[in-house]
Every structure is written in C-alpha cells, then in structure tokens.
C-alpha cells in the first residue's frame, strides 16, 4: 500500500488524511525505504500536524541522560581553555591511557595507549577505517558485512566508492560460518569485515566460538575485522559489568592479532550528542607496513596511516572538549566509581515488554533465535505481521502512530521485517502503544 492508495474509510489512531499528505509533501518515493532521518522528519511533521504523540521506534537515540561525570568534565576543560587548540589527532594523552585500561578490563586484551585514537563517535571511526583499510592491497579492496547491520556503514562504502559484500548472518549461526566464510573469503578479494556486536538491528550476539572462527579464518585469509562495540555489555543476559573480572564482553581481539575496535559514547554513557568514540587498533596491526599504502598515503605503516593519513584528512582532530568527557567517563568505568552498564539494563526491560504487546497483537519476532537460544532483549528487536512486506509495514504504522524503519536497508534477507528501537519509548507509553497494535490488529486481520 502506498499514501496514494491507503484506505481512509478505516479507523486509524491518526487522521489518515494528514499522514498521507506529509508523506506525499516529504517528496519520498518510498516512505518505507527512507533512511532513518528522513523518517525523523515525517514523524515530526505528522505529530506537529495531527497533534497526536508518535511511540517514536525509529531512531537508536539513548533514551537516558548524557553521563555527568562527562559533562562536568567538559565543561572544566573547556573552562580551563582548551578551546582555542587544536587537539592532536593521535589523541590527548589522558583518554588514551583510560581507553587502553577499559580495553583491559572490559575486553581482557592488552593494547598499548598509542594505539588508541579518538573519533568523532564510532560512526568516524568506520569511516576512517574503511578509508584505509579499502587502500592496503590493490588487490582486496572489498569490505565484507555480517549483517543485517547499520545503514549508514553502507552509506559510506557507497560514498567512497568501495564495494562490499553481505552475508546476512541468521542462517549461518555458530559452526556454519566456518563454511560460508571460508567460501567469501577463499575468492582472494575481501580485505576487512565489519560485524556489531550485539546487533543492530537483530540484536544478535556472536558468541565466543563464533568469534573464534571468524578470527581464525580472518588470519587464515588476512582479513582484517572491525567489531563495532557500539553496544557494548548489552548482552544483560551475562553479567559484563565488574572491570576485570570475568565474563567479559566477548570480543574477536581474543582471537586474531589483526583488528580494529570501535568504541562509541553514544548508548554506553548516553554521550550521543557530543559526537565521541575511539578507534583501539591491536598493536600488530598498528605497526604492519603495507606497500600500497603508499599510493595514498606517505608511509607504509598502518597506524601512521590511519593517524596521520585518515584521521587527519577527515576532521584534523576530534574536539578537545569531547575527549576530556570520554577519558573521564572511562575512568569512571575502569575505577568502577559508576556502574555503567547497570544503568542501561532499563533498554533489555523495556524490551521486553514492547515485545510481549507486539506477540499479543498478531505480530512476530522477525531474528528470534541466537546461536539456538531465544534472541536477548536489548536496544532493538525485529518485528513482522502477515501479509506485510517490512516496507509496507513502515508506512502503514504511520497511521497508527508509530514509527520504525524497515529492514531492506540493513543488508537483511527478510524483506518483511522492521527495526524497533526501545530506547525513546518510555514506559507509560506502553498501555497506548497496546491500544494502537489492537486496533491495527482489528483492521488487519490474519486469515
Ligand atoms: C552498530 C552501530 N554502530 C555505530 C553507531 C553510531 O555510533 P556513534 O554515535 O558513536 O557514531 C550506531 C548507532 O546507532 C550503531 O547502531
């Protein structure tokens, strides 16, 4: 169904008139293909007009409050005039000490503090890596995804002219990866892979033997991974959260001497607006010379490169700012004066419940299963309802008010899926949102 040919004799929580009008003025062909932005933009133009308050599922914003350990921070060191400097683009020394100890003990590997540089969220540190990465080997120029995945990590192979590879992974879960890597890789021209941990959108959670074959096999084909930590400690099925003491976040870096990690501020400290991550390199990485390197950049060596070459090209430091609030909120982490991920559990609680209220209104759980178990609640989950491609779905909870994104973006073969994100959605919503899936349930019934 389109906004042209959507049914206006039935009863949606939202004026239907209205809705079709702000997806016709948007100018989206296909509101259920839009990114997750131009989603942004039509749900606000359609609340502003039919005064009615959308259950906002599209965006991955933290729903908490920014940490104030980084706020204060910032705000004394900017105090303290910083902001006339340039920061150096290897980073200031303070963050890079806090970043190698969170990578000891929250990942239990040792990267020394050189290896450890700022980026402008994770999402930089993806585009500073691929940059580089796509420009090792004239020979392996493609990246690899196990997806579904990020949109915007596709985004930027397209703006850079990269070519990419997907495997959505649901089918090929512990053992049978060994074989459908060994297959990709064996063709000779993958040079990294990207890979979230846990997922979004699927919320999938690689296991430690799942890395361990990814890892062997990217040593067997030199291939370099990008785990994308975004989520880190997430997985509250397991309890991440003590520095330094076992379980740990699971982690590739246990299993191959070649990768980058990608941290981000955004969902762990709830630090989305200020725009902070860090790329952690392994230190034989970081030291590896690659001849082609130089028909871009003015040395062979990989984390000279990225430093000096990627991260200088893209914004010549991160802001000064920014990474006094991040070494703060890190140290605060390793110190364990705060327990940071005791406080992001409310996502998996909430996730839960969403997920019970869509079950109970004909919907169903698009990945549900990991590895065998039953999927986690997290930040996100999948959902689908029969007779829906993920597109239609899209646009047709708009009358409904809701909003969420499809899967087609995100390298997924479930065409009839959407990503619900819990993290905007707060808990006295709920009972509405079980108000709006019953009426949708009522005007769609399942044969
Ligand atoms: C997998 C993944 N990576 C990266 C990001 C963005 O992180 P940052 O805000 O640090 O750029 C997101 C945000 O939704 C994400 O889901």
Known sequence: MTANDVNTAIDTPVDCSIVRSKILESGIKNIGRASIRELVSVTAEIEKASGIKFIRMEMGVPGLQASDTGVKAEIESLESGIANLYPSIEGIQLLKKEVSRFAKLYLDITVPEKCCIPSTGSTSGSFISFLTLSKISSEKKKILFLDPGFPVHKQQLNILGVDYVSLDVYDFRGEKLKDKLDEIFSVGDIAALLYSNPNNPAWICFTERELEITGELCKKYDVIPVED???????????????????????????????????????????????????????????????????????????????????????????????????????????????????????????????????????????????????????????????????????????????????????????????????????????????????????????
């Open 229 to 447: 930590l975004a989520y880190l400690n997430m997985d509250f099925r397991k309890d991440y959260s003590r520095p330094g003491v076992k379980p740990f976040q699971p982690t590739i870096g246990k299993y191959t001497d070649d990768y980058i990690i990608l941290i981000s501020s955004s969902k762990i400290f709830s630090y989305a607006g200020q725009r902070i991550g860090c790329i952690v390199i392994s230190p034989h990485l970081f030291g590896r010379n690659y001849d082609d390197l130089t028909r871009y950049f003015q040395t062979t060596e990989f984390g000279h490169a990225v430093i000096y070459g990627s991260a200088y090209a893209v914004s010549a430091g991160v802001t000064h700012s920014t990474q006094y609030a991040l070494a703060a909120m890190l140290k605060s982490a390793n110190d364990f004066t705060e327990n940071f991920t005791e406080k992001l559990k409310v996502y998996g609680e909430r996730a839960r419940k969403m997920k019970e209220i869509f079950l109970r209104n004909g919907f169903s759980i698009v990945y549900d299963r990991d590895d065998g178990e039953p999927i986690a609640d997290g930040f996100y989950f999948t959902v689908s309802y029969p007779g829906f491609s993920g597109e239609e779905l899209v646009e047709e909870l708009l009358y409904y008010g809701i909003s969420a994104i499809s899967l087609s973006n995100t390298g997924s073969n479930r065409k009839e899926g959407i990503r619900a994100c819990v993290s905007l959605v707060s808990d006295s919503q709920l009972p509405e949102l079980e108000r709006r899936l019953r009426i949708f349930n009522h005007n769609h019934k399942i044969n």
